[in-house]
Antibody, heavy 120, light 107 residues
Framework: QVQLVQSGTEVKKPGASVKVSCKAS????????ISWLRQAPGQGLEWMGW????????NYAQKFQGRVTMTTDTSTSTAYMELRSLRSDDTAVYYC?????????????WGQGTLVTVSS | EIVLTQSPGTLSLSPGKRATLSCRAS???????LAWYQQKPGQAPRLIIY???TRATGIPDRFSGSGSGTDFTLTISRLEPEDFAVYSC?????????FGQGTKVEI
């Protein structure tokens, strides 16, 4: 079965960077893609962008362009999301989610989430 | 981008009752690419409906989705204790994908 396991809780100061990992198993990693989303406390879900696991092609939401980088390591079936210049309003739970080539923005499997707290 | 508005914000019902949740889009959703997710406290979202009306793998048939264009509905025919959660709709027809703010179904 498809499983996505994310790295643990992070606490960062404003201006710092955070890098979250997402290790995939249970399917052929290079066949599909990984999206990253976040959910601020008490808020709805927000899509940040996606990466093709095989090619490394990316598509970032306009809001995060210039501040986010998504990468993939096919040797370990792991995707990464780095967010820079953190602000207090970046405090959120960050999720990775699997999508297949058929529906690029339909998220059928999710990681457990990584809480990122930005505080001075 | 497409804005999704869900109503009501909170639905207070008893087990065994029928729940009807609404999701309205600011413009027509391409090919009815509308999904519903269930989220419980401290957990990741779980896909329950896609294509407006197709149940995801393993989802019981008390969950059903309907609608087209700009108006969509999620119905839970008879609430089980494990169904009390937040439900969010999402359109995946055009980029960026967007989500509604969620409807909380509580006892």
């Amino acid at each position: 079965q498809v499983q996505l396991v994310q790295s643990g809780t992070e606490v960062k100061k404003p201006g710092a960077s955070v890098k979250v990992s997402c290790k995939a198993s249970g399917y052929t990693y290079t066949r599909d893609g990984i999206s990253w989303l976040r959910q601020a406390p008490g808020q709805g879900l927000e899509w940040m962008g996606w990466i093709s696991a095989n090619s490394g092609n990316t598509n970032y939401a306009q809001k995060f362009q210039g501040r986010v980088t998504m990468t993939t390591d096919t040797s370990t079936s792991t995707a990464y999301m780095e967010l820079r210049s953190l602000r207090s309003d970046d405090t959120a739970v960050y999720y990775c989610a699997h999508f297949s080539g058929t529906y690029q923005h339909l998220f059928d499997y999710w990681g457990q989430g990584t809480l990122v707290t930005v505080s001075s | 981008e497409i804005v999704l508005t869900q109503s009501p914000g909170t639905l207070s019902l008893s087990p065994g009752k029928r729940a009807t949740l609404s999701c309205r889009a600011s413009q027509s959703v391409t090919s009815n690419y509308l999904a519903w997710y269930q989220q419980k406290p401290g957990q990741a979202p779980r896909l329950i409906i896609y294509g407006a009306s197709t149940r995801a793998t393993g989802i019981p048939d008390r969950f059903s989705g309907s609608g087209s264009g700009t108006d969509f509905t999620l119905t839970i025919s008879r609430l089980e204790p494990e169904d009390f959660a937040v439900y969010s709709c999402q359109q995946y027809g055009i980029s960026p994908p967007t989500f509604g703010q969620g409807t909380k179904v509580e006892i």
